[in-house]
């Protein structure tokens, strides 16, 4: 299938969920095998087969909004996109630009930036910043919540759009599939035999990016900065069935196992977009939220269920009033035969 149209669907604005639920696994989770089922994210740990290795994203979302004034007394507002990169030039969209100048100073909490280069036509601009960027955001950003969320960001967010394990600061978005998860509920995997491990793919803005053809097959996707470690490549090269929680997961793991057709251990770029007819190499299950319509993110999700299966696991999600997107609930998809 490689007609975006046919990755469209029509979902009531009501079914977007806008706030988290008042506990982490107490979300609906839909069971998608060659039948459906539904149960609760709760009884994930027992969903999952019992020798499985179960991979987790350890990235941590930085504050990456940050709110700046210019001399005049006028508010900017600068979204970073890899606040994470080394040096002291950072691209950043920016929202307010109309009246900046390149070399205009940027103040935030008596601390500056300066206005490297002016965005145009909607894309990046950049700013310099001669401290660490990371620590500037730690004491000033605000958590980024993605577009559909349309309300101001609270103190609960600082906490709830960040997983439990979280650990290596870079993301511009959660893995949402991860914000499900509990520390009990680790335990409880750990104790029924399930090895835990993990990956680090540091969430890009393009994750919220339209694909812009409706022929898909040479679109290129956004890059986004991933590691494998010596364990995790070990332990999902063990022949066992591997369980990635959330598409970036699977992104990663899929990455780092094109070349050999197993996962190695490596670092860098990645680009890959998981397409129709992608040969998946290493995950057999993978935990996911539910994703926007015409989004890379869909279209990775149906080539790993089948399409037709994912097709009718939305409608089902729909009929049954599941709520979709960051803070909304799960499926879980077992791969496709034909996958």
């Not at 520390?183 to 750990?190: G, N, T, Y």
Request: charged share 25%.
């Amino acid at each position: 299938m490689w007609n975006l149209s046919d990755y469209d669907f029509d979902l009531p604005e009501s079914l977007i969920a806008q706030t988290p639920t008042a506990k982490r696994d107490d979300s609906k989770l839909l069971c998608v095998d060659e039948r459906f089922s539904h149960r609760r994210t709760s009884d994930f740990a027992d969903a999952i087969p019992s020798n499985a290795v179960l991979v987790l994203n350890d990235t941590r979302v930085v504050p990456a909004r940050l709110w700046v004034r210019k001399a005049t007394g006028g508010k900017v507002e600068l979204f970073f996109t890899k606040p994470f990169a080394k040096g002291s030039s950072y691209e950043c969209l920016m929202r307010g630009a109309k009246k900046l100048k390149v070399g205009m100073v940027l103040s935030v909490g008596g601390e500056e930036l300066v206005v490297e280069q002016l965005p145009e036509s909607g894309s990046l601009g950049k700013v310099t910043y001669s401290g660490t960027l990371l620590e500037l955001l730690k004491r000033h950003g605000k958590t980024p919540l993605p577009p559909y969320i349309r309300r101001e960001v609270s103190d609960r967010d600082e906490d709830r759009y960040q997983t439990v394990f979280a650990k290596v600061p870079g993301a511009v978005a959660a893995p949402t599939a991860s914000l499900h998860l509990t520390d009990e509920f680790l335990r409880k995997v750990k104790a029924k035999g399930v090895s835990v491990c993990f990956v680090t793919l540091h969430v890009g803005l393009g994750t919220f990016h339209p694909l812009r053809r409706d022929d898909f097959k040479e679109e290129r996707l956004h890059s986004e900065y991933y590691e494998v470690g010596k364990e995790t490549a070990a332990l999902c090269s063990s022949g066992r069935p591997v369980v990635a929680v959330g598409t970036t997961v699977t992104r990663a793991l899929e990455s780092a196992a094109l070349q050999s057709g197993a996962v190695v251990e490596t670092c860098g770029d990645t680009e890959l977009f998981i397409k129709p007819g992608f040969e998946f190499r290493v995950v057999d299950y993978l935990l996911t939220n539910f994703h926007l319509p015409k989004s890379s993110l869909l279209i990775l999700v149906s080539a790993f269920g089948g399409f037709e299966r994912i097709r009718k696991a939305y409608q089902e999600a729909i009929q049954k009033e599941y709520r979709f997107y960051s803070y909304g609930d799960a499926m879980l998809v077992k791969r496709h035969s034909g996958s």
